[in-house]
């Protein structure tokens, strides 16, 4: 795995690479990232992700169903699959939803500043084989249900779940 990331500006052009410690340290240095989100087409729940305590950022709260940098050469939608598949084991055909530039600090940690761009699935993989130096536990887990949990228990969720999830409700009411 690369150990760089793609710096972008606001409107997610690349303007060069830093190494993932770079781009995590400090203040931080805004870089192209990606959050996938799966849904179950037969229950509409959503496949959710504890981080591994081995992350760097974050480790335990839960997040979407995926999620990472985008690298040099790779196109979104590729790269969004086959992280998907690293993490969680399957794939499934996913496109792009939006993006959102976030920054969020994790102190003592570091910090995340992405241009984050969604990607959505649906899938009801048979079966789910979780890399455990990324992901802790899983489960799937209804829209109402994630979005009280997320209320009650803020802090453990990762800040890009949050925004995200609200961009994806946003857009489906519209």
């Given at each position: 795995?690369?150990?760089?990331?793609?710096?972008?500006?606001?409107?997610?052009?690349?303007?060069?690479?830093?190494s993932?410690?770079?781009?995590?340290?400090?203040?931080?240095?805004?870089?192209?990232?990606?959050s996938?989100?799966?849904?179950?087409?037969?229950?509409?729940?959503?496949?959710?992700?504890?981080?591994?305590?081995?992350?760097?950022?974050?480790p335990?709260?839960?997040?979407?169903?995926?999620?990472?940098?985008?690298?040099?050469?790779e196109?979104?939608?590729?790269?969004?699959?086959?992280?998907?598949?690293?993490?969680?084991?399957?794939?499934?055909p996913?496109?792009?939803?939006?993006?959102?530039?976030y920054?969020?600090?994790?102190?003592?940690?570091?910090?995340?500043?992405?241009?984050?761009?969604?990607?959505?699935?649906?899938?009801?993989?048979?079966?789910?084989?979780?890399?455990?130096?990324?992901?802790?536990?899983?489960?799937?887990?209804?829209?109402?249900d994630?979005q009280?949990?997320?209320?009650?228990?803020?802090?453990?969720?990762?800040?890009?779940?949050?925004?995200?999830?609200?961009?994806?409700?946003?857009?489906?009411?519209s």
């Open positions: 795995m690369s150990s760089s990331v793609l710096l972008s500006d606001e409107n997610g052009m690349v303007l060069g690479e830093a993932v410690d770079e781009a995590h340290s400090g203040k931080g240095l805004l870089h192209r990232a990606f996938v989100f799966v849904f179950n087409p037969e229950t509409a729940e959503m496949l959710i992700q504890h981080r591994s305590a081995k992350k760097r950022l974050w335990l709260v839960w997040a979407n169903s995926c999620c990472s940098h985008l690298r040099r050469g196109e979104v939608v590729e790269a969004g699959g086959k992280r998907l598949w690293e993490e969680m084991g399957f794939t499934c996913l496109y792009v939803a939006s993006s959102f530039v920054r969020a600090e994790d102190p003592p940690r570091g910090v995340e500043y992405e241009y984050d761009t969604i990607l959505l699935g649906k899938a009801n993989p048979d079966v789910i084989t979780p890399n455990p130096d990324e992901v802790a536990q899983w489960k799937w887990i209804s829209l109402a994630l009280q949990d997320m209320k009650l228990h803020p802090l453990s969720y990762a800040p890009w779940f949050h925004l995200g999830l609200a961009i994806i409700l946003r857009n489906s009411a």
